[in-house]
């Protein structure tokens, strides 16, 4: 069975409850005097405890998650002291690396900054690591709060987290040495920059090593992240475009690339399919693939149906997860995700799509107890990539 190669970030996560104590913990250090906290959006820098409390009041207030950079050691320092945590493996490459080899997919993973913590938090088996020599690996600290039924998180991390570069070495050599094993590529990680030209430089050392493996039938993946502004976004899509065969993200990053002042469930079912597929044309993207609690779409310049099993592969890893908080094996993949309904909304559009040979609608499982929802667009990645088509499909 041909893996996944994933890349090309990896962190520590650590998690705790936004509920009142700790909210009040984080108000009482706002800086004595200072003016009441200003609402931050998502993207900007926090640099007293007054910015960090601004931060958590604008994204309470619209019901959404964001990341932040934090410049202060001794603020994050603090923060670990604040509230318990609950320790797991991040990033979009280890976590989807992990979610596949979990489920019985081979997966290697690219590891920039290796620390021993990893060998108490990671499962190793059917996991290959590239480790890099970084000093340690970063940690980012999530406080997720629900709204509406919902679960947000807002991130906050340091700053020069991969300041030593985002490839290891040995990664960039045994997938060059053995491409053919791999059935797709995962690219991410330009978002760990701590400035738009910093990620300039960290999407300049990922198109290099994507060119560098030169006629490689291994198809790539591109995985975005709303950190910057939607211009920037722009960017990077237009950097990676003529190396990648396709391109992910979810329904906050798709309503921000199509400049929605609101959410992209609120268009209705024949705008919103419009609307998609004028974005991948307007992106000049091969596949676009959005992925959401609703539905999983795929919009191509060709036929979309191909990736049908993909999109359902990326929809049950990811129910599983929510349903249990955990990486699963392949049999309880399958077994949570046949207990489990389709949404009601992602029915409907896979309906209205039924007819269209660029737009193939899968509805997303609807669970009703949600364990967690850290690492789900990433485990869903994991999924999408583990039955994405072959390059002669």
């Not at 290697?108 to 690996?137: C, I, Q, S």
């Not at 992240?225 to 003529?242: C, D, N, T």
Request: glycine share 12%; aromatic share 8%; with cysteine.
């Amino acid at each position: 069975m041909k893996g996944i190669a994933c890349g090309f970030t990896a962190n520590i996560y650590a998690k705790a409850s936004l509920d009142g104590k700790l909210l009040e913990k984080l108000r009482s250090r706002c800086e004595s005097g200072s003016e009441p906290p200003a609402p931050k959006r998502p993207g900007m820098y926090l640099h007293s405890w007054t910015d960090l409390a601004g931060a958590v009041e604008w994204n309470m207030r619209a019901g959404r998650g964001g990341e932040y950079i934090v410049t202060s050691g001794r603020m994050l320092r603090e923060l670990r002291g604040l509230a318990d945590w609950t320790w797991s493996v991040g990033g979009t490459g280890l976590q989807a690396a992990r979610a596949a080899a979990a489920a019985g997919c081979p997966a290697m993973v690219n590891v920039p900054a290796w620390t021993a913590e990893y060998d108490f938090l990671l499962n190793h088996e059917g996991l290959e690591e590239a480790r890099g020599n970084g000093k340690e690996a970063p940690v980012h600290y999530i406080l997720e709060y629900n709204r509406n039924g919902r679960a947000n998180r807002i991130i906050l991390r340091g700053t020069g987290e991969f300041a030593g570069g985002l490839i290891a070495p040995e990664f960039a050599a045994r997938l060059k040495g053995s491409a053919d094993r791999f059935r797709a590529l995962l690219v991410s990680g330009y978002n760990a920059a701590d400035s738009p030209e910093e990620a300039a430089d960290l999407i300049g050392e990922q198109v290099r090593f994507l060119r560098s493996l030169g006629s490689h039938p291994i198809p790539v993946h591109l995985e975005l992240a709303a950190f910057f502004s939607r211009e920037e976004q722009l960017g990077v899509i237009r950097r990676f475009k003529p190396l990648v065969r396709s391109v992910g993200c979810n329904e906050d990053e798709m309503a921000e690339l199509l400049g929605l002042e609101g959410a992209l469930f609120k268009l209705p079912d024949a705008e919103l399919l419009d609307r998609l597929g004028e974005a991948r044309i307007r992106l000049g993207v091969r596949n676009l693939i959005v992925h959401t609690h609703q539905f999983a779409v795929c919009v191509s310049d060709g036929e979309a149906r191909k990736w049908e099993p993909a999109l359902g592969g990326g929809i049950r890893f990811a129910a599983a997860r929510a349903a249990t908080g955990r990486f699963c094996t392949a049999k309880e993949i399958e077994a949570i995700a046949s207990g489990l309904p389709p949404n009601a909304r992602g029915v409907r559009l896979a309906g209205a799509a039924a007819g269209m040979r660029h737009i193939c609608v899968v509805p997303a499982l609807e669970v009703k107890q949600v364990v967690g929802t850290i690492g789900l667009g990433d485990t869903f990645a994991a999924g999408l990539l583990a039955f994405a088509p072959g390059l002669d499909d």
